[in-house]
């Protein structure tokens, strides 16, 4: 089976997911099981329809449980494929496992995986299973509520360890609901365009930026007010984002535990932070200085939380073991028709 995996592109500022299916999102990643990292390109920005695809899991090397950075992390179950359609191809079929191990020599993202793929969108089209979806007023009303008094307090910030923060609540319903993109390729890792259509990603969108900056200047500020002689920069240091990776995760995806490690060898020496935004589903999310789900400690990562590893934490090895059933909130759901599951953004600067 080809080495293939997914690229990100990053996007504009539009609101994700209220916007989502007008963008173009696709991979060809083998990546952990039922997440689907998403590209946004510029050639992505028209109306168009959205198309991901689907795939079975196939066992390969680079596809192992247990390898230790993203690209050869931890795979089960069923696959999620996306890809880019500028409109211009005739409908999508859908190869069986059988058709595709009968190619064995074929490298995914070729034109034959390409067209096995088949359509997928992180948010659901209007009239999909709204009875399922639809919120009462009452839960609304509710939510809007908590909206008001959560955006009202200071969110709360954790010292999970030294260059570990989290800051719950830290995104506000608004910013939850953003677009982006960027390209990452696990095997030529970060490239200028996506080898598969030769997209050149946009850059990172200001709004995205500014959200980057202030969710470390908030961590700065926590660790001043948890010790006025402690050096911020030392602890976390500052990073300008210019990749970011997506996931999608349904409720059964997971992903292994692994570090990141394709970033620059300065940008790791320096450890520039990860800065990690949650929307959708909660996760349980794992981390540890080992590749040890056991030993790993535990903390539940929910919609618009921001978790930021850099300092001594950037090699930590982290992943996710589950997606908690319903627990997006309602209000999101109701203005995006997110699908279940949970969409994952990681910024970094190369
Ligand atoms: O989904 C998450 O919270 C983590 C994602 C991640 O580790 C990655 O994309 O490298
Ligand atoms: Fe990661």
Redesign the pocket.
């Known amino acids: 089976m080809g080495k293939w995996r997914s690229g990100f592109v990053f996007g504009n500022p539009t609101r994700l997911l209220r916007s989502a299916s007008h963008f173009h999102r696709f991979s060809r990643f083998p990546s952990p099981s039922n997440i689907s990292p998403i590209f946004f390109s510029k050639s992505s920005f028209s109306s168009k329809k959205t198309t991901m695809a689907e795939r079975t899991p196939h066992s390969h090397s680079s596809a192992r449980r247990g390898q230790s950075h993203?690209g050869n992390r931890s795979v089960e179950g069923k696959k999620i494929w996306v890809k880019v359609d500028h409109g211009n191809k005739s409908p999508q079929t859908v190869n069986t496992p059988q058709q595709r191990q009968s190619s064995p020599g074929r490298k995914e993202g070729d034109g034959e995986s390409l067209r096995a793929l088949r359509p997928f969108d992180i948010c659901r089209s209007g009239g999909v299973d709204t009875v399922r979806l639809k919120a009462s007023l009452l839960e609304l009303n509710r939510e809007k509520r908590k909206e008001l008094v959560r955006s009202a307090c200071m969110s709360q910030c954790h010292n999970l360890r030294s260059g570990m923060i989290l800051l719950k609540n830290h995104l506000s319903h608004e910013d939850q609901m953003m677009c982006l993109g960027k390209n990452w390729d696990p095997e030529a890792k970060y490239v200028d365009v996506r080898p598969v259509d030769g997209a050149k990603p946009p850059e990172i969108p200001e709004v995205f930026q500014k959200l980057v900056k202030g969710a470390i200047q908030a961590s700065h500020d926590f660790l001043l007010r948890q010790n006025k002689h402690i050096n911020v920069e030392d602890e976390l240091p500052n990073m300008s984002p210019d990749l970011c990776?997506i996931?999608f995760?349904n409720e059964n995806g997971r992903?292994g535990l692994?570090q990141?490690r394709d970033e620059s060898p300065q940008s790791i020496a320096k450890g520039l932070p990860?800065v990690?935004f949650?929307v959708g589903n909660s996760?349980e999310?794992l981390y540890g200085v080992e590749r040890d789900v056991d030993k790993a400690e535990k903390v539940v990562?929910e919609s618009g939380d921001v978790?930021i590893f850099g300092g001594k934490s950037r090699m930590i090895f982290?992943?996710?073991s589950t997606i908690q059933a319903n627990t997006t909130p309602k209000l999101l759901v109701e203005e995006t028709k997110l699908r279940p599951g949970?969409l994952?953004l990681?910024f970094r600067q190369y």
């Open positions: 993203r990776i996931n995760y992903l692994h990141d990860v990690s949650s996760a999310f990562l978790l982290h992943g996710v949970r994952n990681t």
